[in-house]
């Protein structure tokens, strides 16, 4: 969370020469960031950054500590002033002015005081125009004297006109589910239950604790008699409102990361001294204060060897213990053993040693440490790792001119395939399911570039996402390709380049198939696996897809064929197939009829004749004419019975 | 024999020296060098030669061929332009079609190949995960507001009774308690490489992005360890000038968590209209939590870990001075922006 501090306010409680960006510096690189300092004619504010674990650092108090620890590791002198009240009332579990009852595990602590006579007045120009830099519009004294002591303390507090809570008394209860209450910004919220809420002698709710207060106990013009109200809450119940509610505040930002009770007296000491300073309000003498169960101390040990090897180096022992005590622990050392009490303000955030370590480190200066690479042992390398294959396989289609897309996994309803999983809280519909194929995905990227004439080929590699029942899908890692402007013989053969460089073997088997065109779609097979498809869409490109894995599995490593000592004989032959044949199977026929023949290669076609090239080839010697036109008629032969194919 | 082929050599180099223009050179090198020119009839009588002299023979017709050779090259370079033949070296070539690899695959070939080196053993994990693995065990239980910052995308499907709900992981952190009950038993370095899923969409952010997640756990792994592989992958991944720092940050899941910022490519950190203060934020790491330790079975009293895990766009974007306005133009498919890389 962002918080904007104000400069001069800071100085109030931080003694330092520094200048604004030292400070900004010093606590960037050991304390919470300051992202930007903006300068004003007699002022600076910073922009700070605020971590969810740092709640003690959300007002100017908490930021004046962390300055004044953190300015000394650059070399810039520096101290907290520390706060200090006026105030001499004294705490109590109970008093005459207010009958609380209070579930604690909901409000760990609840302090409460009256002020009365209160002169309802605007806030003197100080206070109004701290507020109004760091943000918060000038409303009213009261109003003002809680907003500021959160700005300043971090300590969210409401103020209750107190002659509309009716009967003198609170109750602070968990919400029913369905119960109502209008807020101040005169919003009317139905609650879930859980919710923690105060309910005045006569049953109404005057409070949604810990978020905004309700409209039934409002300061109004008229109000005489304030009921100064500082608490602690429980952090997942107000966290839990505030999302449900879709309602946030400042307080309930802060309330929801837990803040330190021990800060209340402080805060309404403080909320005191204004009072009674900006209104002419009196306070009673006794503040009510009902704090059950105070947090114990919490004390951690370390080791100095421990220190060393966490961090990489040795630091002195006496800076270590310098670095926490200026952060408000305690550290001692007993030979190697250190000590350190947390403060209270810590105590939710510094729990193990870890944390301490931190706390030493950061004042120490990160910049300080050493900056060595591990040595040891290595981990095992991956059996079977995809990533060289699957990088081998990217520059092969790149090196048949072959674009690479990355699109999103995420489409529409219609996109995504059948029994495809949905998301809960989708962005928008056409992202809200994941895919289960990349095919609409890759329809839409070449939709993308309609304009373009010449052919273009893009290609993608993801995963796809298989439901699977009772358990997180199936990722299967998909190639697909879709081919724009260009014939089917052309796409067809980058597939084939493809299997024949990875030294696949490929089959080809017309099936006819959703969103392709009738009899122009192969599956794609590989040692009776099927590894995906090729064919021409309905809507004029060609889509291919390749399982990945199976593709690696049919890999066949190369071998070594003895090369032929003599030449082979050469020839090519015309042939007039009738209509509909399929030349496929021509050329496995032709394959088929002699060991001799080593290749064979469609070359031209022309209407309905199609010109082959032969290879004959005798491992030993060269055919003589009269062997290759033995094995040239067998063909013929067996090409016109089979197909009735006739040669030119 | 000798006699004849270097009379016939003379006989040929006075020739070429008298020529002026490439079409006499042309009639030279046939008459002489020609399928049936003269030396090529010489080379034939070879045969003739007795044995013991044969091969001289043949070094001398070998010898004078090649001075031919070469005086009809040097005279052509003589040759004024007028008497040349007409050639147009600035013709430009014909390409053959090229294809491009996604910016991204270019970045991941990179940090992946860098990290290798380093040991670390790149693996996949799934890419829509159990809370469990995205939140749980990295010391964000259910309802903690840390959660907050990752705007995740919740999949519409029954929760699981030990690992909650499904989710699209919203960051390559979810493979770390998976790695280590992958691994088993330390040494691990893990580098993870990985689509993730936020609920965003600017001119910055994109729902779907990368990045990558370097993890190490042994004895004795430090703070200073992390230093010296962040400095390592700075010098070798940005430039050799280049460092890098830490600031504080907080993280559920590491504890020290920090903001690692590298040196400004332009200033070198001295501070510039560019970087501002000389420096730019690269993204978060930390030393690996107990907590997270423990949730995967690593005793953290024997073992400790460091981890890191920054967007692999911004990354690349950063290193290459690449401006580009729009991450979204990144995962569209228009043809003129991905034939650029």
């Keep these: ?648 | 024999m000798q006699e004849e082929v270097i009379n016939l050599k003379n006989e040929a180099l006075a020739q070429i020296m008298e020529v002026s223009s490439f079409e006499e050179l042309e009639t030279i090198r046939v008459t002489y060098l020609g399928r049936s020119g003269k030396f090529t009839s010489l080379i034939k009588r070879i045969r003739e030669v007795s044995p013991e002299k044969r091969k001289q023979a043949g070094l001398l017709v070998n010898e004078a061929k090649n001075t031919i050779v070469k005086a009809l090259a040097s005279q052509k370079n003589h040759l004024k332009e007028s008497a040349r033949a007409w050639f147009d070296p600035t013709v430009p070539g014909i390409k053959p079609a090229m294809g491009h690899l996604h910016l991204v695959t270019q970045a991941i070939e990179e940090i992946s190949a860098l990290f290798t080196q380093l040991g670390f053993v790149r693996n996949r994990y799934p890419e829509v995960e159990w809370d469990w693995y995205a939140f749980e065990t990295l010391n964000m239980p259910e309802g903690h507001p840390a959660r907050d910052e990752w705007e995740t995308f919740f999949v519409d499907a029954p929760a699981n009774p030990k690992f909650g709900q499904m989710v699209l992981t919203p960051h390559t952190s979810s493979a770390q308690v998976r790695e280590m009950q992958r691994v088993k038993s330390p040494p691990v370095r893990m580098i993870n490489i990985a689509k993730c899923y936020r609920r965003q969409i600017d001119a910055s952010h994109v729902p779907m992005f990368h990045q990558f997640e370097g993890l190490v756990i042994d004895k004795g792994i430090s703070v200073a360890n992390l230093k010296g592989t962040l400095d390592y992958f700075a010098r070798n991944f940005f430039g050799p000038e280049r460092k890098t720092r830490l600031r504080p940050f907080h993280f559920q899941f590491t504890e020290p968590s920090f903001e690692v910022d590298v040196t400004c490519g332009v200033c070198l950190g001295r501070g510039c209209k560019l970087c501002k203060n000389g420096w730019l934020e690269l993204g978060g790491a930390g030393m690996v939590h107990p907590r997270v330790l423990a949730a995967g079975g690593i005793n953290p009293e024997k073992y400790s870990g460091y981890a890191f895990g920054w967007g692999v766009e911004r990354t690349y974007m950063m290193k290459s001075g690449l401006q580009i306005p729009d991450i979204r133009l990144i995962y569209g498919s228009d043809l003129r922006f991905l034939k650029q890389f």
């Excluded at chain 1, 304030?226 to 309330?255: C, G, K, W």
Aim: hydrophobic share 40%; proline share 5%.
């Design chain 1, 1 to 648: 969370m962002n918080i904007t501090i104000s400069d001069n306010w800071l100085r109030d409680y931080l003694k330092t020469k520094a200048a604004s960006s030292k400070i900004a510096d010093a606590l960037s690189l050991s304390g919470p960031s300051v992202e930007k300092v903006t300068r004003l004619k007699d002022d600076s504010l910073y922009s700070i950054e605020v971590t969810t674990n740092r709640v003690d650092c959300m007002g100017v108090y908490g930021i004046a500590r962390e300055a004044s620890a953190a300015l000394p590791a650059h070399t810039v002198k520096a101290s907290l002033v520390p706060l200090k009240s006026k105030s001499r009332q004294t705490f109590a579990k109970t008093v005459r002015y207010l009958k609380a009852e209070v579930d604690t595990t909901l409000c760990p602590r609840f302090a409460a005081v009256l002020i009365k006579g209160v002169k309802m007045a605007a806030s003197p120009e100080w206070m109004s125009q701290r507020l109004e830099r760091v943000g918060v519009r000038s409303i009213n004294n009261v109003v003002d004297i809680s907003n500021y002591i959160m700005k300043e303390l971090g300590q969210p507090v409401h103020t209750f006109d107190y002659d509309k809570i009716l009967k003198g008394k609170m109750l602070l209860r968990p919400s029913r589910k369905g119960e109502t209450i209008t807020t101040l910004d005169e919003k009317k919220h139905t609650l879930p239950g859980g919710d923690i809420v105060i309910e005045d002698g006569k049953g109404r709710l005057i409070d949604l604790a810990g978020i905004m207060g309700g409209t039934l106990s409002a300061i109004d013009d008229k109000t005489k008699n304030v009921l100064l109200f500082v608490q602690t809450y429980n952090p997942l119940n107000i966290r839990r409102t505030a999302m449900s509610l879709a309602h946030r505040s400042e307080a309930s930002d802060i309330f929801e990361k837990g803040t330190d009770p021990e800060l209340i007296s402080l805060a309404i000491r403080r909320g005191i001294d204004l009072f009674e300073t900006l209104t002419g309000g009196k306070a009673e003498e006794t503040i009510l204060d009902i704090y059950p169960n105070p947090p114990g101390a919490k004390t951690i040990a370390l080791d100095f060897d421990f220190i060393s090897g966490f961090l990489g180096t040795v630091l002195p022992k006496h800076q270590i213990g310098k670095a926490l005590t200026s952060l408000g622990f305690e550290a001692g050392w007993r030979g190697k053993s250190l000590s350190v009490k947390v403060p209270s303000w810590r105590l939710k955030d510094v729990q193990i040693k870890e944390d301490v370590i931190e706390e030493i480190a950061r004042i120490w200066g990160y910049q300080r440490l050493p900056g060595i690479i591990m040595q040891g042992a290595l981990t095992e390398p991956l059996v079977d790792s995809p990533f060289g294959f699957e990088a081998k396989v990217k520059n092969i289609l790149k090196g048949y001119a072959g674009i690479e897309v990355y699109s999103l996994s995420l489409v529409a309803k219609h996109e995504a395939g059948q029994g495809a999983l949905q998301l809960a809280n989708p962005l928008g519909e056409d992202s809200s399911f994941l895919r289960t194929s990349l095919l609409p995905s890759l329809a839409r990227a070449a939709g993308e570039n309609a304009g373009v004439k010449e052919a273009f080929h893009l290609f993608e590699m993801a995963n796809v996402y298989l439901p699977r029942k009772g358990d997180l899908p199936q990722e299967k890692m998909m190639l697909a390709g879709i081919f724009v402007n260009t014939g089917f013989r052309q796409a067809k053969g980058i597939i084939e380049a493809l299997a024949e460089e990875l030294n696949v073997t490929l089959g080809f088997i017309p099936e006819d198939s959703q969103y392709f065109q009738p009899s122009q779609r192969l599956l794609l097979k590989c040692s009776n696996k099927f590894l995906g498809q090729f064919g021409m869409l309905e809507t004029g490109e060609i889509y291919y897809e390749l399982d990945m894995a199976l593709l690696k599995l049919g890999i066949q490593p190369r071998q070594y064929k003895k090369i032929p000592s003599h030449p082979a004989q050469i020839e090519d032959i015309t042939l007039i197939l009738p209509a509909k044949s399929r030349v496929g199977d021509v050329i496995f026929a032709i394959k088929s009829t002699s060991p001799l023949i080593s290749e064979v290669v469609l070359g031209t076609i022309y209407n309905d004749a199609y010109t082959f090239r032969l290879n004959y080839q005798h491992p030993q010697k060269t055919l003589t004419d009269s062997e290759t036109e033995k094995i040239r008629g067998t063909i013929l032969k067996i090409l016109k019975r089979d197909f009735g194919a006739i040669a030119k």
